[in-house]
């Protein structure tokens, strides 16, 4: 049996951590780049690992402290695969951010080191999967495609967390119940 409040806690916590994720990320981005003019390379290059690491380390936390939850195996089983299925949307959120800025800024992220060695990983992972679907075309394409799904997934997810938040200002506590 799924405890599905405990799925749900999971899930809101990955909503938050994907909107924090990207709106951190874009606000430091922010003040560096056009706060303090720092090349958008190198700021992305001092942004992007802190704020990966401080991802895959929460996300990590959650999963263990599922797994030492008083909770089924299938529960266990179920945030495990969702944290391995929806880590890397969750990764993209900060990269997200670094490529809004590059856009607004007008600069190439291409430049950056760690952006590069992250497209260059998510490809290493998807390249097998791709590969025995066609050819070099194609891997441009899911590129893109895993872009646009990560976004999706983190707008969703974020949407979903701050109308959490927004729904007992608009409603009455017993009116938030049924909305």
């Known amino acids: 049996m799924i405890a599905r409040k405990h799925l749900r806690r999971r899930l809101s916590q990955y909503g938050a951590l994907w909107l924090g994720g990207f709106v951190g990320t874009l606000l430091a981005m922010a003040v560096m780049v056009f706060g303090v003019q720092m090349p958008l390379a190198a700021a992305a290059d001092l942004m992007l690992p802190i704020a990966l690491a401080l991802l895959g380390l929460a996300v990590i936390a959650g999963v263990g402290i599922t797994v030492v939850k008083d909770v089924g195996l299938s529960t266990k089983s179920l945030i495990t695969a ?71 997934v983190g707008a969703i997810a974020s949407t979903l967390q701050v109308w959490r938040f927004v729904k007992p200002l608009l409603y009455g506590p017993d009116e938030a119940e049924t909305a």
């Not at 880590?87 to 291409?110: F, K, M, N, R, Y």
């Not at 080191?113 to 999967?129: H, M």
């Open 82 to 152: 969702l944290a391995l299925l929806l880590v890397l949307p969750l990764l993209w959120a900060p990269v997200l951010a670094v490529v809004v800025t590059a856009a607004i800024a007008g600069a190439s992220v291409e430049y950056s080191a760690v952006y590069a060695e992250f497209r260059i990983a998510v490809s290493n992972l998807i390249y097998p999967l791709v590969a025995m679907l066609g050819e070099d075309p194609l891997i441009s394409f899911v590129w893109q495609a895993f872009q646009v799904v990560a976004s999706v």
